[in-house]
Every structure is written in structure tokens, then in C-alpha cells.
T-cell receptor, first 112, second 115 residues
């Protein structure tokens, strides 16, 4: 699987926008970019995914670079409930299976 | 629509006993994935199943671990003769298909403690 690189941790103030970066310079043409997050003591939660175009949903926005070698997850107004580990994952065609391979993610701290 | 249900939420076993972890996927989902998360570590893929078939078990330990997803009923992850190193959170996820754009929906896990 193609690898992603994320900062280990980031901090944000509540009510401020948060931009979580992800580098994936070895992405292939058929790889989707998925973002998940894991709150303490919970299972991972799907956030958003995209292929080439920017995407918006009720949780976040995903901005994908034109060359697709990087992407940014945007939380428009961080709340304390957004404190979690955020995982950027490439999901590609591996033949018979399309599992998600989690890295170490970015631990987001949100403060008042 | 209920999410992915895992039970039990917590499981305590003595060394040498068997652990059975159950996962009921979301309604209409026929693809199930199992992951393990050791304390303070990341999520590691274990196995991917469709109804009655194991598709990818590349992350399963070679011994003592098995998984099934029968035609009826939940998916089961079975660990025989548990050891202390098996203590971890085990997460199950389901999806309606294996399309690359299909998100996985995760349960809240079973926390196994081996004493």
C-alpha cells in the first residue's frame, strides 16, 4: 500500500478552523484518500474520502492537491469533541481485498 | 439503523482459556473486517471476510486465531489458549461492498484482558 505521512500531533483552539495535512507522494491513480478519526475508547469513525476533487460533508472538508501528492482535512470550527487521532489512509486496488491500513495518525488536541 | 454491534464490550480470560468475540455488521453489509489495537499502538488489520468466505487473512497470527462469518449470524473471532500478549482492543468493521470508495463502519470494540 502507498504510504502516508502525517504530523504526530497538532493543537487547536475551540471554535477555530483546523487544517490537518497529509502527504502521499507515492499515490497511484486509482487510490482513494480516506480520513478516519478515533476518539478515546471508541472505534474509528469514517470522516470523509475523495479521489481527485475536493469534497465536503457535514463533518469536514477534504482538499486534494492537483497532483494528488497531498491532501488536507479541514474542520471548519473545532470543538472539544473533535479531539481525536485522525488517520489519513490510501485505499487502493490490491486485487482481492481492499483493506484499510492505518498509520500512526495525527493526535489533535482542542483547547478552550 | 443500528451500527456495528460488538459483544462483549469487555472480556476477561485466564491464560489458556478461549476467547470468542462477536460482531454483527450493519444491516445489508456483507463484508466484515477485524482489527486489533494493542495498548498505546495503532490499529492492525487481521482478517477480511465476506459471507462464508475468508478473503484476506494476511494479518492473522498463524496459530490460535481463527475467524468466520457464517451465512446466518454474527462474525466470530476466536482466540484459543489465550496468552497475556493477546490483551488488546479488537475492532470489527463492516461495509456494503469492497468498492474503494465504500467507507468502513466500525464498532466500539471488545477489550480483551488476559490475566
Amino acid at each position: 500500500d502507498a504510504k502516508t505521512t502525517q504530523p504526530n500531533s497538532m493543537e487547536s483552539n475551540e471554535e477555530e478552523p483546523v487544517h490537518l495535512p497529509c502527504n502521499h507522494s507515492t499515490i497511484s491513480g486509482t487510490d482513494y484518500i480516506h480520513w478516519y478519526r478515533q476518539l478515546p475508547s471508541q472505534g474509528p469513525e469514517y470522516v470523509i474520502h475523495g479521489l481527485t476533487s475536493n469534497v465536503n460533508n457535514r463533518m469536514a472538508s477534504l482538499a486534494i492537491a492537483e497532483d494528488r501528492k497531498s491532501s488536507t482535512l479541514i474542520l471548519h470550527r473545532a470543538t472539544l469533541r473533535d479531539a481525536a487521532v485522525y488517520y489519513c489512509i490510501l485505499r487502493g486496488d490490491t486485487g482481492t481485498a481492499s483493506k484499510l491500513t492505518f498509520g500512526t495518525g495525527t493526535r489533535l488536541q482542542v483547547t478552550l | 439503523n443500528a451500527g456495528v454491534m460488538q459483544n462483549p464490550r469487555h472480556l476477561v480470560r485466564r491464560r489458556g482459556q478461549e476467547a470468542r468475540l462477536r460482531c454483527s455488521p450493519m444491516k445489508g453489509h456483507s463484508h466484515v473486517y477485524w482489527y486489533r489495537q494493542l495498548p498505546e499502538e495503532g490499529l492492525k488489520f487481521m482478517v477480511y471476510l465476506q459471507k462464508e468466505n475468508i478473503i484476506d487473512e494476511s494479518g492473522m497470527p498463524k496459530e490460535r486465531f481463527s475467524a468466520e462469518f457464517p451465512k446466518e449470524g454474527p462474525s466470530i473471532l476466536r482466540i484459543q489458549q489465550v496468552v497475556r500478549g493477546d490483551s488488546a482492543a479488537y475492532f470489527c468493521a463492516s461495509s456494503p461492498g469492497q468498492g474503494l470508495g465504500s467507507p468502513l463502519h466500525f464498532g466500539n470494540g471488545t477489550r480483551l484482558t488476559v490475566t
